[in-house]
Structures are given as structure tokens and as C-alpha cells.
């Protein structure tokens, strides 16, 4: 028997590996009157534990690596990783520079990747939904 | 007008009478190592002014912290960064970190005192950093702010390669300060040049500086809203805020105004319709007027920002505090009034102030600060009128070094460049106005409940990338 994941609801749990804030400026957008994800049954979550999609920004930092792999092994089965971002996708202006990695979104295992520097609210969302239709299979 | 920018060398040992003398009636900025070479920035009316404090060899750099408290981070950069020999600060952790050696955080000790440890991963949107809580009951005792989550090594990155290939990376240094930061580093390049910018070019720079301005004091006041659970408030923030940022859009092809300003001027295309621009900025002007009066009118919402997270004024001096969070404690900082630079040069601005120093007042700051900038824009879209923007100018890079400052959203954002002549970075430093106020979020929460966190850290709303970078 299949069924659709919660009816597509999504928790969000946000995971910042080195960005230069500008997708969390548009991430935070999607919450304006204009976009207002809560009319998806999408939220942003406060625990790993809660969430269906771990959204992740940056090329990777040597701080944020271990809290970033916790992250990941605290969610519950399945979840769906999305690069958001440039930098995410391994094509940023930070991906190997300095210290940086090469995009975190490689490095943890993205499913699904979203463009843009930063991507537009409407890029995340169709991300967002890509992500969706993927947990309605791996729930199936 | 060129930039004023002095270099003076001053031994290590004269430093603290030298500074003693300067720093009445003059802003400190920070102090940044290159190489072997110690420069401490102070901005006075006439402009920048560099002690520049070669060291010996094997000579150590004896802190400043216990009678600038402003110097400690920068102090723990230079040695993280160039290996200066620190010695004397009350704080001589690792400024950066790799996650398999994150430093003890700082607790504090007595009877009934806990601690609460949060991040680097938190529950919203929001950069990383790592927060250890000392709290008597509900009270916050003291707080352990560890940034470095973003940290990249870009600086010694940035060494050796040509200074307009880098154009585009110090746009990205942090999202939130673009504009501003894109504007200091090209007035450096323009500076050490030699170069002066046809008026179009400067009013387009004022006016993409203003619109960034909009957008960020917006999107805190959102922020505020929402530390203090005001919902309807935020909604409608983040809702004006997309409205200026797909003006953002339609000026420059970028909602948040990336690589709208380059060395020479601004990028070809950008405000290519000021008319209508200057339509649409009207109406946003009467709907943020709207949420403002209604936000400012709420006495609940009110109640909640009058007295939390309170900065003295002192304690904003002597940690080199800038930009509307100095402002709300009675500090007169802002770069615009200070050292005008471009088109601020032609008009006369006066500085927004308020007193109590708490989130009210920082939130206050801000309204009069959106009010001020809509004005702004009001006055350089008529003075533009119809003209056609110039290309950018071609400019030739000799070798020296420069400091520039803007006033960002956040406060004072400043660029320091060394050149070698053949137009190659030999040093490029960023201070910024989020690294120079974080040390006030950890002193305004003491004696605050720890549920006023989020509203206490929002009323600053820091960036962490251009911080760590």
C-alpha cells in the first residue's frame, strides 16, 4: 500500500556549512506572505529527529564537519538531504578556497540539488517539492 | 575628493600613550597583522589614520584587550592567522577551530549555577556558532559566543592574485553586507588609483547602499518581531522585505544587489530605470510607514524590547561598538555623518540617536534609520533624474596600501588592501561591523532570562560568514 508522505508536509531541519548567509536569506524568505510555506505543510524544524529534508548551504567547513555528519546520523530514515546553493552544489565562488571544501551538499550525500547564487524562493520551492516526490517513494 | 588615509609608524612600546591620546573623540577600529607588520585603525573627522607597529624578530605582541577590551578578537586573529606571539590577553583560546579541537568553552562558577550549550546547528535559519549559557535559575549569568563554524581561511587565500579577479569574492564574503563591502573594496582600488567617479556613478552607488539598507533593517525588524512573538509583525516584515528585494531585481538582476558595484563604477545595466524605480520606492515607503506606525503602536509587543538586552554606553565604547546598535546606546558612529564618502558628500545628514540602549532602542534606531534612507533614495533618484550611467572607468593598479570604510546595515564595514604594484593583493583585509559587535550580544545578555535569547541576539542580528570568513 502506498501512501503520500503526510500529504506532502515536510519538516525542515537547516544545516549551514560555510555560506555567506545569502541562501538563508532567500531559505527565510520562503516564510514571506509572498511564498508562505506553511501553506505546503512545510516547517522548519527544531530537532534532526523531526525532520523530513535536511536542507544544506556552504562548501563545507573544517568546524562544521562533525556537527554536520551528527546531524545527519540524528535523522530518522528517510529523510532527504537538498544542496541549496551554489556553494552546496560544488560550483560556488567558495568551494575550495582556503580551508573550504569542495560543496557540502557532495560531501552529505545531496539527492537533490538547487542552483542559484543565492537560488530564487521559486528555485528552493521546486527543490523543495522535488524532495517531496522523493520521500513519497522511499515511503512507498 | 580623494580618501583621506595616514600611515604612521609607531613603535610597540609608544602604542598606549599614542593611542591614549587619539582615542578621545576618535572611533578605534580594530587593528589586523600583516606579515610581521601591526597596523591599529582609528577613524577621526579628517579620516583613517594606520599606526603601523613593525615587530622584531621574536618579538611579542603584548595585548591591548585589558585597556581596549575591542582589541581581544582581532588580537586572537593576528594570531591564529600570522602567527603573532599573543601574550597578556584575558583570552588566549584559538580564535579558529577544527571540529576535533573546539576549545572549552567558558563557564561560569558558583552555587546553583548551571550551563546550557546551543549550536552550532540551531532551529531556524540562522548561521552556525555555538553558545554556552551560564545561568543562576532563569538568569543568564554570562555567555560563551564560539563563532568560527564558518571560518574558511579566505584572507591568505586572496594573497597573489589580482585584485579585480577578486571582485566578485568579496561581494560574497557575506550576503548580508554586499553592497557595502563591494563598495569599500572598489573606493580602495579607486583610492590607491587614483581615480574620481562621475556624479551618476556616485549617486547609483548611494542608492544601491540604501536599498541594501532597507532590505537588511526590514528583515531585523522581522527578526525583533518574532524574538518577541509578534507573528503579524514578521509577516509582514519578511513581505515588504521581498518587495525591495525584487527591486533589487529589477535595478541590478540580483535580488540581493550582488556585483552591482564594481572598481570603476557600477555595473553596466544596473538602474537603468530610475523613473519608474523611484514610483515603486513611494509606494513601499507609504506600506513600510504603515507597518511601522502599527509595530511602534503595539504597547504589548512593546513591553517585551523596553529593557531587555540592555547596553550601557560605556560598555558600547570600550568594545568598539558600531553602527545602530552603538547608536541606540548614544554613540555617534555612522560612517555617512562621520567621514562622508561619494554622494553622501552632498547631502547634509544627521545622525539617528537614541538612549536606553536596549532592544527598543535598537529597534528604534532602525525605524528612523528606514525612514532616513527612503529619503535618501527620495533625493539621489531626483538628482540622477534621466541620466545615463557611465561604464565603469579602467583603472590601473599601483602598489600601496589603503583602509575604507562604509557605513553598512550593520555598521562600519571596513576594507584594508596592500597592493605590489603589478595589481597583484598582497593583503586584504575585512573587518567587519558583525565582527566589531559581538562581544556586546554576550555582555547585553547578562541578567537577562534565557528565554529573551532569540530577542536579545536578534536586535543585533549579527552575520557569522564575514565574521569568521
Known amino acids: ?140 | 575628493m580623494a580618501e583621506f588615509y595616514r600611515e604612521r609608524t609607531v613603535r610597540q612600546h609608544d602604542l598606549p600613550a599614542e593611542l591614549a591620546k587619539i582615542a578621545n573623540g576618535a572611533l578605534l577600529l580594530g587593528c589586523y597583522a600583516t606579515e610581521r607588520t601591526v597596523r591599529t585603525l582609528v577613524l577621526s573627522k579628517v579620516g583613517v589614520l594606520a599606526l603601523r607597529t613593525p615587530l622584531e624578530d621574536g618579538e611579542a605582541w603584548e595585548s591591548l584587550t585589558a585597556r581596549y577590551p575591542l582589541f581581544a578578537d582581532h588580537e586572537r586573529e593576528m594570531a591564529a592567522m600570522q602567527g603573532i606571539d599573543l601574550r597578556g590577553s584575558p583570552d588566549l583560546r584559538p580564535l579558529y577551530f577544527r571540529a576535533d579541537a573546539i576549545p572549552e568553552a567558558i563557564l561560569a562558577e558558583g552555587k546553583g549555577v548551571s550551563g546550557v550549550v546551543v549550536g552550532p546547528v540551531h532551529a531556524g535559519i540562522i548561521e552556525p556558532g555555538r553558545f554556552t549559557i551560564s545561568t543562576a535559575g532563569e538568569s543568564v549569568v554570562h555567555l560563551d559566543a564560539q563563532l568560527s563554524y564558518s571560518h574558511r581561511a579566505l584572507e591568505p587565500w586572496f594573497e597573489g592574485r589580482h585584485a579585480l579577479e577578486l571582485v566578485p569574492k568579496v561581494a560574497r564574503i557575506c550576503g548580508n553586507c554586499s553592497v557595502a563591502r563591494s563598495w569599500a573594496y572598489a573606493r580602495a582600488l579607486e583610492s590607491l588609483a587614483g581615480i574620481e567617479l562621475d556624479e551618476g556613478a556616485e549617486f547609483a552607488r548611494l542608492i544601491l547602499a540604501e536599498m541594501e539598507r532597507v532590505h537588511v533593517h526590514l528583515f531585523d525588524l522581522g527578526n525583533i518581531a518574532a524574538g518577541a512573538g509578534y507573528g503579524k509583525g514578521t509577516t509582514a516584515a519578511l513581505g515588504l522585505r521581498e518587495r525591495i528585494n525584487q527591486l533589487n531585481h529589477a535595478v541590478s538582476g540580483h535580488r540581493l544587489l550582488f556585483d552591482s558595484i564594481v572598481p570603476g563604477g557600477i555595473r553596466v545595466g544596473t538602474l537603468s530605470d530610475p523613473a519608474s524605480l523611484r514610483t515603486l520606492l513611494r509606494e513601499l515607503r507609504d506600506d513600510v510607514k504603515r507597518f511601522l506606525d502599527a509595530f511602534f503602536a503595539k504597547r504589548s509587543v512593546l513591553r517585551r524590547l523596553e529593557g531587555a538586552g540592555i547596553v550601557e554606553e560605556s560598555l558600547a565604547r570600550r568594545f568598539g561598538a558600531v553602527g545602530p546598535s552603538a547608536r541606540a546606546s548614544g554613540i555617534a558612529c555612522d560612517v555617512r555623518t562621520l567621514a562622508p564618502y561619494g554622494a553622501y558628500r552632498g547631502f547634509t545628514l544627521s545622525e539617528v540617536q537614541a538612549h536606553s540602549g536596549d532592544v527598543y532602542a535598537r529597534s528604534e534606531v532602525r525605524r528612523h534609520e528606514l525612514e532616513r534612507s527612503f529619503d535618501l533614495l527620495e533625493r539621489a533618484l531626483r538628482e540622477l533624474g534621466s541620466v545615463v550611467l557611465p561604464v565603469p572607468v579602467q583603472i590601473a593598479l599601483p602598489s600601496g596600501t589603503m583602509t575604507t570604510l562604509v557605513e553598512g546595515a550593520r555598521g562600519a564595514e571596513s576594507i584594508s588592501l596592500s597592493l605590489d604594484g603589478e595589481g597583484r593583493v598582497e593583503r586584504l583585509h575585512v573587518i567587519s561591523a558583525a565582527f566589531r559587535n559581538w562581544p556586546l550580544v554576550t555582555r547585553a545578555m547578562e541578567g537577562n532570562i534565557v528565554p529573551d535569547f532569540p530577542l536579545v541576539n536578534k536586535s543585533f542580528n549579527l552575520c557569522y560568514s564575514c565574521v569568521d570568513r
Open chain 1, 1 to 140: 500500500m502506498s501512501q503520500r508522505t503526510f500529504a506532502r508536509s515536510l519538516g525542515i531541519r537547516h544545516l549551514v556549512c560555510g555560506s555567506c548567509n545569502g541562501c538563508e536569506l532567500e531559505m527565510n524568505a520562503l516564510a514571506a506572505p509572498q511564498y508562505d510555506i506553511s501553506q505546503e505543510g512545510w516547517s522548519i524544524v527544531a530537532s534532526p529527529r523531526h525532520a523530513d529534508v535536511i536542507t544544506v548551504t556552504g562548501p563545507m567547513t573544517e568546524a562544521m564537519r562533525l556537527a554536520a555528519r551528527k546531524t545527519i546520523e540524528a535523522t530518522a530514515d528517510p529523510v532527504v538531504i537538498v544542496a541549496v546553493g551554489d556553494c552546496a552544489s560544488g560550483e560556488g565562488a567558495w568551494c575550495g578556497v582556503g580551508s573550504a571544501g569542495a560543496g557540502a551538499g557532495g560531501e552529505l550525500g545531496a539527492a537533490v540539488v538547487v542552483r542559484g547564487c543565492p537560488p530564487t524562493p521559486d528555485a528552493l520551492r521546486e527543490g523543495l517539492r522535488a524532495a517531496a516526490t522523493l520521500l513519497d517513494k522511499r515511503n512507498s
